[in-house]
């Protein structure tokens, strides 16, 4: 497995921005798609975006799409979540996820390591 510590997270007003940062230790970070994931109270967690083992592939919710950009440096073992336009419907917990399965994989239940999470809060 691999552990996964994310940071970055923090209050900001609408309309600002976060960058999310994710590092990773263990096994192969190359060897793993990742994942961003959200979960605010009172609701079940969800995949905001997700990114392939190279970099070459990437998904987003509809609802980040055209905000957020995923990104990763594996090189650094590292993978970051570039947010803008930040609404108040963001507020979560962020985590990122790591998962063995091949492509851009998009269901939490293939994702096999995570973080702790990191809070983000937008105001109004």
């Known amino acids: 497995q691999v552990q996964l510590v994310e940071s970055g997270g923090g209050l900001v007003q609408a309309g600002g921005s976060l960058r999310l940062s994710c590092a990773a230790s263990g096994r192969t970070f190359s060897s793993y798609a990742m994942g961003w994931f959200r979960q605010a109270p009172g609701n079940e967690r969800e995949i905001v975006a997700a990114?392939?083992?190279?970099?070459?592939?990437?998904y987003y919710a509809d609802s980040v799409k055209g905000r957020f950009t995923i990104s990763r440096d594996n090189a650094k073992n590292a993978v970051y979540l570039q947010m803008n336009s930040l609404k108040p419907e963001d507020t979560a917990v962020y985590s990122c996820?790591?998962?063995?399965?091949?492509?851009?994989?998009?269901?939490?239940?293939?994702?096999?390591?995570w973080g702790q999470g990191t809070q983000v809060t937008v105001s109004s």
């Open positions: 990114i392939s083992r190279s970099g070459g592939s990437t």
């Open positions: 996820a790591a998962s063995s399965v091949l492509g851009v994989p998009r269901d939490k239940w293939v994702f096999g390591s």
